[in-house]
């Protein structure tokens, strides 16, 4: 049966209008109450990339939260509002985290649980192709539904970052960079988080999509974007494929959903799905594209001398600029060791795996990223 995936308006966050549009979503996939049953405990997995505010677009607004709170709540629910975000997974980052970004406002106003268990565990994944023991978050023990609240970003890396990319969220904090290293191939990445994917089997995903963020995103480096859209569905890649469709990219150029299609999880072609709602011709907005190309630095040259000067010479390198105030955080999630910090953060290009975590992660906007070619 082709999967199902709701567009709906959403042309402003004030509180009314996106509590309608999220409850005409889910009333266009059956309702709340097909999902939620009285007494679950229901992880709404945001996207919480960084201790950043509502307006950089770049976490899902908290009043996106504040809908599917209300609507969990309604269903007789327990909401927990959880993720684990760049950067060290504890108490202290998580506060500052909910606070700036209105988790926090949202936790107050409504009584949902905010997630300060950061407790990680190995779990088996025999259905992962790639990634047979999975390192994830503890709070998916405590759970008895998974809701994902992605945000519309393109990404500099994946190209965009969705409902299946947001999943990258439940490997704890720094565990996250030791993925980078041994996934450098956006491939091979892409292939990990459908593996994640396999394993966490999110009940359904409500996307942000009335600001989001193009160019290079998904950090501040983009730019926040109008879009004025809410896309739900049971079907995370089905979901990309829409949002993708939406905003100009052809779905088949982002390699997480390319790999899902390749891997028969997914229809790569909104042709093969059931858009609810809106039609996708009346909401189609252009976003501009990252300027990353994603490469598969292992695959692009197999002998090391020719793979050391493609890599000079065509894939873009990230290079700290006046801006960088030397707070370490680039440091701290690089995964390859290959970034000191001195006048400011200096990259060492013989161990950089052009992840582009540091421009992901700086929130001074202090990273640029060059190329020669
Ligand atoms: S480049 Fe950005 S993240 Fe890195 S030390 Fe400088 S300000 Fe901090
Ligand atoms: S320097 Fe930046 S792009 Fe290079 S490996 Fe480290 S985090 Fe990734």
Avoid at 13 to 19: A, I, K
Avoid at 167 to 173: A, K, R
């Amino acid at each position: 049966m082709a999967p199902s995936v709701a567009l709906v308006k959403c042309s402003t966050y004030d509180e009314g209008t996106v509590e309608e549009s999220v409850s005409r979503a889910l009333d266009l996939l059956g309702g709340i109450g097909k999902y939620v049953k009285k007494g679950d405990r229901v992880l709404l997995k945001i996207n919480l990339l960084s201790a950043s505010a509502p307006e950089n677009a770049i976490t899902t607004h908290p009043l996106v939260v504040e809908a599917v709170v209300k609507q969990v709540q309604s269903a007789g629910g327990i909401p927990v509002i959880g993720d684990s975000p760049g950067g060290p997974f504890n108490r202290k980052m998580l506060e500052n985290a909910y606070e700036k970004s209105g988790m926090k406002a949202v936790a107050e106003e409504t009584g949902a649980v905010l997630n300060y268990n950061t407790g990680s565990k190995t779990v088996s994944n025999p259905g992962g192709k790639l990634i047979k023991k999975l390192d994830v978050i503890k709070l998916l023990d405590d759970v008895d539904v998974i809701i994902t609240l992605p945000k519309l970003k393109t990404h500099i890396f994946t190209k965009f970052t969705g409902s299946t990319k947001i999943l990258f969220g439940v490997v704890p904090g720094l565990t996250k960079p030791a993925y980078h290293l041994k996934f450098q191939d956006v491939g091979l990445f892409s292939d990990m988080l459908l593996d994640i994917l396999a394993y966490v089997k999110p009940t359904l995903s409500i996307m942000d999509g009335v600001i989001g963020i193009e160019g290079d995103g998904p950090g501040a480096q983009g730019d926040p974007k109008k879009a004025g859209f809410i896309l739900a569905s049971q079907d995370s890649v089905a979901l990309d494929v829409v949002a993708t469709t939406l905003i100009g990219m052809n779905p088949m150029e982002v390699p997480i959903i390319k790999r899902a299609v390749e891997r028969g999880m997914a229809t790569g072609s909104v042709n093969d799905i059931t858009v609810l709602g809106e039609r996708i011709d009346d909401m189609k907005v252009s976003f501009k594209k990252p300027s990353g190309n994603g490469s598969p630095l292992n695959t692009v040259m197999s002998s090391k001398i020719m793979r050391r000067i493609f890599l000079k010479a065509a894939v873009p390198y990230p290079v700290a600029d006046k801006k960088c105030v030397r707070c370490g955080i680039c440091r701290q999630n690089c995964p390859a060791g290959a970034i000191t910090i001195t006048d400011k953060a200096r990259m060492d290009y013989s161990k950089c795996i052009r992840c582009y975590c540091c421009h992901e992660l700086c929130p001074h906007k202090a990273i640029r990223l060059k190329r020669l070619l």
